[in-house]
């Protein structure tokens, strides 16, 4: 069996992998740092990662919270989550796949995501909350196509947030 590829049909191939106004694919690494503290009673954050961009439905990258309590229990917390759950949160199905992870105990955690992403401005915000304890955002705005890093400090239940765009 032949294959033909005609002008037309290269041209229309080649349309669709470089159209414009779609960034070329991208990494998104991040790095998290959950601070240890002295406090009576401890309990790992819940923590949500996700994007926003002006006019578009924020998109969730990564959820931790206590995913292995039988019947699913830890769910019911993840509202206190607040800014993630209405911006995204109360709308999805748990456990997500390729979303949905354990919490995370004090120390540097880093995760990788591709999403897909047109040009433009956007916003990585990370959110933590803690039973007994406190919540806190960070939020790092970044453009694409332009690469970089990206840094902020949280100052209770989040250290530094680092983002790292690779093309």
Do not use: C
């Not at 699913?72 to 607040?82: C, H, I, S, Y």
């Not at 995501?113 to 933590?128: C, D, H, I, M, Q």
């Amino acid at each position: 069996m032949q294959l033909r590829i005609t002008g037309l049909t290269a041209g229309a191939i080649g349309a669709g992998l470089f159209a414009p106004g779609m960034a070329q694919a991208q990494t998104l690494d991040v790095s998290i740092t959950i601070p240890r503290l002295t406090v009576a009673e401890y309990h790992r954050p819940y923590v949500a990662i996700w994007l926003e961009k002006q006019g578009a439905t924020p998109q969730t990258l990564a959820v931790w919270y206590d995913d292995d309590m039988k019947a699913n229990e830890g769910t019911k917390w993840l509202r206190d989550v607040r800014q993630w759950w209405r911006a995204s949160g109360r709308t999805m199905k748990f456990p997500a796949a390729g979303v949905s992870g354990a919490t995370k105990a004090p120390g540097t955690h880093k995760v990788s995501f591709r999403p897909k992403l047109s040009p433009g401005n956007y916003t990585l915000v990370v959110e933590a909350s803690r039973e007994v304890g406190g919540r806190e955002v960070v939020r790092l705005p970044f453009s694409l196509p332009k690469g970089g890093t990206a840094r902020a400090a949280g100052s209770s239940e989040l250290g530094t947030v680092t983002l790292t765009i690779k093309r």
